[in-house]
């Protein structure tokens, strides 16, 4: 896939592919507040301790729910001696892989809530640099964060899946796409319905406008619940021609 020199933007040292000038200055924008906060110490977010320069004390660092190795390769879900589960052998996801950093449960949940809510932006870089020390032998040739619904974006004001993602590109040093795969219409948060209801909901929800032909796409994502946001997203891209779709996310919600 050729990157055109018209539509791509520099964000640090991140290439994006999309449109618009002013998305360079808002990134920049974003850039500069960042480093400025980094330079003053600060309290942990979490329990208030001293912190110096990072987002959470070396205690509550050590008390976030790390995902166990031993997890279904494809859906993430845990299973003895990291085998593919019974779910994803009876019926495989049009993903190939996934990898999660957490379990979405307390206190981790705290942190990105404050990134999707509170528009806590540092939580953003925090939450991206622990993407990126887990896909350091990952070779995409593009990175996706999973689109938001443009009501949703409207609202948010920035997609938390794009923030998270700033980082990881840089890491990977891979191109990261924000216009050319999107979502087509709204759909009803995910979260507001039951489970078995969001394969239906989401069903048709995106559109990708370039040849994919051949290409690793790495989508990222903060939550991971059912999959079924990411499993469709897979099949659009799949549908273009891409040859393998693997999932990068923050937490997996473990099923009760």
């Given amino acids: 896939m050729a990157v055109i020199a018209a539509d791509s933007l520099e ?13 360079s200055i808002a990134a920049d924008l974003k850039k500069a507040l960042r480093n400025t906060a980094a330079l003053l110490p600060q309290d942990c ?20 729910p790390r995902l166990t190795a ?36 307390f206190p981790l949940d705290r942190l990105i809530q404050s990134l999707k809510y509170v528009h806590r932006l540092a939580s953003a870089d925090f939450l991206g640099r ?42 990977l040093g891979a191109p990261m796409e924000i216009s050319r795969i999107h979502r087509r219409r709204d759909t009803a948060p995910q979260a507001s319905l ?8 989401i069903r048709h929800a995106f559109e990708c406008e370039i040849d994919l032909t051949g290409k690793t796409v790495l989508l990222i994502d903060d939550v991971m619940t059912t999959g079924a946001t990411l499993d469709e997203l897979a099949r659009t891209l799949k549908a273009h021609g891409a040859a393998r779709v693997e999932n990068l996310v923050l937490a997996r919600a473990l099923k009760d």
Avoid: M
Avoid at 151 to 170: K, S, T, Y
Avoid at 195 to 201: A, D, S
């Fill in 130 to 171: 622990a993407l990126a020390q887990i896909a350091s032998p990952l070779r995409p040739d593009l990175i996706l964060p999973v689109p938001l619904a443009p009501a949703r974006l409207a609202e948010r004001g920035f997609n938390q899946a794009l923030e998270i993602a700033r980082p990881l590109a840089r890491a």
């Fill in 45 to 64: 977010f979490l329990c208030a301790a001293p912190s110096g320069d990072s987002l959470l004390c070396p205690p509550c660092i050590a008390s976030l």
């Fill in 70 to 105: 031993e997890h279904c390769p494809v859906c993430a879900l845990p299973t003895p001696g990291a085998n593919i589960c019974g779910a994803c052998l009876k019926q495989a996801p049009h993903f190939d892989a996934t990898q999660a950093v957490f379990r979405y449960e």
């Fill in 11 to 23: 964000c640090g040292a991140v290439r994006i592919l999309g449109k618009g000038a002013g998305l």
């Fill in 194 to 201: 039951p489970w078995k209801e969001r394969t239906k909901n």
